[in-house]
Protein backbone atom coordinates (compact mmCIF):
# COMPACT_ATOMS: atom_id res chain seq x y z
CA UNK A 1 0.00 0.00 0.00
CA UNK A 2 1.26 3.09 -0.98
CA UNK A 3 0.81 6.32 1.34
CA UNK A 4 2.51 9.96 1.15
CA UNK A 5 2.02 12.00 4.16
CA UNK A 6 2.51 15.50 3.49
CA UNK A 7 3.38 17.82 7.31
CA UNK A 8 4.91 21.04 7.74
CA UNK A 9 2.10 23.27 6.91
CA UNK A 10 0.70 26.15 9.10
CA UNK A 11 -0.11 29.86 9.42
CA UNK A 12 2.81 32.10 8.64
CA UNK A 13 3.23 35.59 7.68
CA UNK A 14 4.44 37.07 4.59
CA UNK A 15 7.87 37.15 4.48
CA UNK A 16 8.14 34.17 7.01
CA UNK A 17 9.39 30.59 5.63
CA UNK A 18 8.09 26.84 6.26
CA UNK A 19 9.66 23.56 5.20
CA UNK A 20 7.08 21.07 4.21
CA UNK A 21 8.30 17.16 4.31
CA UNK A 22 6.65 14.06 2.56
CA UNK A 23 7.21 10.93 3.99
CA UNK A 24 6.98 7.77 1.64
CA UNK A 25 5.91 4.28 1.51
CA UNK A 26 5.52 1.52 -0.19
CA UNK A 27 7.30 2.65 -3.10
CA UNK A 28 10.94 2.35 -4.32
CA UNK A 29 11.62 5.93 -3.16
CA UNK A 30 14.67 6.58 -4.63
CA UNK A 31 13.89 5.69 -8.46
CA UNK A 32 10.25 8.04 -7.96
CA UNK A 33 10.33 11.73 -9.02
CA UNK A 34 8.79 13.43 -6.55
CA UNK A 35 7.13 16.60 -6.50
CA UNK A 36 4.77 19.20 -4.86
CA UNK A 37 1.86 20.58 -6.18
CA UNK A 38 -0.62 23.34 -5.02
CA UNK A 39 -3.88 24.44 -5.19
CA UNK A 40 -5.55 27.49 -4.00
CA UNK A 41 -9.23 28.02 -3.27
CA UNK A 42 -11.27 27.87 -6.85
CA UNK A 43 -8.03 27.48 -8.73
CA UNK A 44 -6.97 24.31 -10.49
CA UNK A 45 -4.02 22.26 -9.05
CA UNK A 46 -0.52 23.75 -9.94
CA UNK A 47 2.98 22.39 -10.61
CA UNK A 48 5.64 23.87 -8.14
CA UNK A 49 8.78 22.18 -7.99
CA UNK A 50 9.67 18.63 -9.05
CA UNK A 51 13.16 16.78 -8.30
CA UNK A 52 14.38 13.43 -10.48
CA UNK A 53 15.22 10.01 -8.69
CA UNK A 54 18.31 8.67 -8.61
CA UNK A 55 18.46 7.23 -11.82
CA UNK A 56 18.33 10.25 -13.45
CA UNK A 57 20.60 12.58 -11.59
CA UNK A 58 18.12 13.69 -8.85
CA UNK A 59 18.11 16.98 -10.98
CA UNK A 60 15.55 19.72 -9.45
CA UNK A 61 13.30 21.99 -11.14
CA UNK A 62 10.71 24.64 -9.70
CA UNK A 63 8.19 26.91 -11.56
CA UNK A 64 8.97 30.42 -12.31
CA UNK A 65 6.27 32.02 -9.55
CA UNK A 66 8.46 30.24 -6.73
CA UNK A 67 12.02 30.38 -8.36
CA UNK A 68 14.52 31.62 -5.85
CA UNK A 69 12.35 31.45 -2.91
CA UNK A 70 11.19 27.82 -2.72
CA UNK A 71 13.66 24.69 -2.92
CA UNK A 72 13.07 21.16 -3.50
CA UNK A 73 15.19 18.14 -1.68
CA UNK A 74 14.69 14.85 -1.36
CA UNK A 75 16.49 12.04 1.18
CA UNK A 76 16.31 8.71 -0.32
CA UNK A 77 17.69 7.05 3.13
CA UNK A 78 14.65 8.88 5.03
CA UNK A 79 12.21 8.25 1.88
CA UNK A 80 10.96 11.81 2.32
CA UNK A 81 10.87 14.74 0.29
CA UNK A 82 11.20 18.19 1.42
CA UNK A 83 9.92 21.70 0.46
CA UNK A 84 11.87 24.21 1.56
CA UNK A 85 9.94 28.10 1.42
CA UNK A 86 11.60 30.83 2.02
CA UNK A 87 9.31 34.57 1.60
CA UNK A 88 6.45 33.55 1.60
CA UNK A 89 4.14 35.48 0.13
CA UNK A 90 -0.04 35.87 0.34
CA UNK A 91 -0.50 34.17 -3.09
CA UNK A 92 1.60 31.07 -1.81
CA UNK A 93 -1.19 30.11 0.35
CA UNK A 94 -2.79 26.93 -0.85
CA UNK A 95 -2.89 23.52 -0.05
CA UNK A 96 -0.18 21.89 -0.93
CA UNK A 97 0.30 18.35 -2.40
CA UNK A 98 3.46 15.90 -3.16
CA UNK A 99 3.45 13.30 -5.75
CA UNK A 100 5.33 10.26 -6.74
CA UNK A 101 5.63 9.41 -10.34
CA UNK A 102 7.35 6.80 -11.91
CA UNK A 103 5.91 5.30 -15.52
CA UNK A 104 2.49 4.94 -15.13
CA UNK A 105 2.41 4.81 -11.11
CA UNK A 106 1.42 7.77 -10.14
CA UNK A 107 0.43 8.91 -6.35
CA UNK A 108 -1.04 11.46 -3.95
CA UNK A 109 -0.76 12.45 -0.62
CA UNK A 110 -3.82 13.75 1.17
CA UNK A 111 -1.77 17.72 1.08
CA UNK A 112 -1.11 20.06 3.56
CA UNK A 113 -2.51 23.58 4.33
CA UNK A 114 -0.17 26.40 3.87
CA UNK A 115 -1.42 29.84 4.78
CA UNK A 116 0.33 33.01 4.22
CA UNK A 117 -1.19 35.98 6.18
CA UNK A 118 -0.45 39.89 5.13
Known amino acids: QVQLVESGGGLVQAGGSLRLSCAAS????????MGWYRQAPGKQREYVAD??????????NVADSVKGRFTISRDNAKNTVYLQMNSLKPEDTAVYYC?????????WGQGTQVTVSS
Open 99 to 107: NALKGLNNY
Open 51 to 60: VAGITSGGTT
Open 26 to 33: GIFFSIYQ
